[in-house]
């Protein structure tokens, strides 16, 4: 991995006043990777409300990054916009639970794509099902920088829990997570290395791991928080090219959209899959379909219409898996 010193970039946008969206924006106050950081939600008075406690760990810390409440056309000018937004619902799925916000969703999603049609700068979604929704906010948008964060956090968790089964550092395990950012992911356990070297992988171990995480954490805190922001920030660097390296994203791949290693080289991408088992890839090409399906499902239901005329955009806290 490079890195490279200098400024982040002029501005960031947030759109999304909860759990996530607000820690995500205060990792960035901390990190002082832009100028201002725009900030979008449901109501005036949310953004209003997370730029002024912003502000106030900006002068805490001497942060140069200066907080700011905008509509969600104000964000047009961002060269990233972090997409966080959530609905009101009720989940009550016991299997693919992130799959439950995605009639809820996409109606929100769709209408910030058209506040920001025509919009230059990349896109980071967070709001699940992120698989779909990504896909849904490139499609409307006409954006090819769009990617989503999911398979990133699951590959992080990944190495945590290799690491620590192994009794390692979690820097020294190179592996990845692909597929859906839900129970179609794929991990990539035939070509993990752990100090460069080879190892078994405890796979089923892995799997069922993966998928309690985020309900162990929300059993505690009500909500993943840090987990989500951390994916955020370490994708915020690659897009805006201060450091090189691969994240693991949610992307337009082989005429689908999922997760896929991606290899940034001075803020510019190209997909990079390790070789896969026959039963990995057998495994990808599930989550593949699956993720087709949902996706014909979920634009049947939409039916696309002539979107509404663009408004401020929702935002609203709601427990759901990351």
């Not at 104000?74 to 972090?82: W, Y």
């Not at 592996?175 to 950012?181: A, F, L, M, T």
């Not at 090409?285 to 979107?307: I, N, V």
């Not at 935002?315 to 990351?322: F, G, I, L, Q, W």
């Amino acid at each position: 991995m490079t890195s490279r010193s200098g400024p982040g970039a002029a501005r960031i946008g947030i759109v999304g006043a909860g759990a996530v969206g607000h820690t995500v924006a205060a990792s960035l106050v901390a990190a002082g990777l832009c100028e201002q950081l725009l900030i979008a939600s449901r109501t005036a008075d949310q953004a209003n409300s997370m730029a002024a406690d912003l502000d106030d760990m900006r002068v805490a810390l001497g942060s140069p990054v200066r907080p700011r409440a905008v509509t969600a056309p104000g964000l047009a000018d961002c060269e990233v916009v972090v997409v966080a937004a959530r609905a009101r619902f009720s989940n009550t799925r016991h299997t693919d639970v992130r799959l439950a916000g995605m009639a809820a969703n996409a109606p929100i999603i769709r209408d910030l794509a058209v506040n920001l049609r025509g919009c230059d700068g990349a896109v980071i979604m967070v709001t699940n099902p992120v698989d779909l929704m990504s896909r849904l906010f490139a499609e409307v948008s006409g954006s090819s920088r769009v990617v989503g964060i999911g398979s990133n956090l699951d590959s992080a968790r990944y190495r945590l829990i290799l690491a620590r089964l192994l009794d390692v550092p979690p820097s020294s395990v190179h592996g990845s997570v692909i597929g859906e950012h839900g129970e179609a992911l794929v991990v990539c356990a035939s070509a993990t290395t752990v100090n460069g070297r080879a190892v078994c992988v405890p796979v089923d171990h892995i799997y069922a791991a993966l998928r309690t995480r985020s309900g162990q954490i929300m059993d505690g805190i009500g909500r993943t928080r840090g987990g989500p922001a951390g994916a955020v920030l370490s994708t915020l660097r690659r897009v805006l090219g201060l450091t090189d390296g691969v994240e693991e994203l949610s992307r337009a791949y082989h005429g689908g959209w999922l997760g896929v290693p991606l290899r940034f080289r001075a803020g510019q991408a190209e997909t990079c899959l390790p070789p896969l088992s026959p039963k990995e890839a057998r495994d990808l090409a599930a989550a593949d379909a699956k993720l087709r399906a949902a996706y014909a499902t979920l634009t049947e239901r939409l039916r696309l219409p002539l979107p509404r005329p663009p408004t401020d955009l929702t935002s609203t806290p709601r427990p759901m898996p990351a």
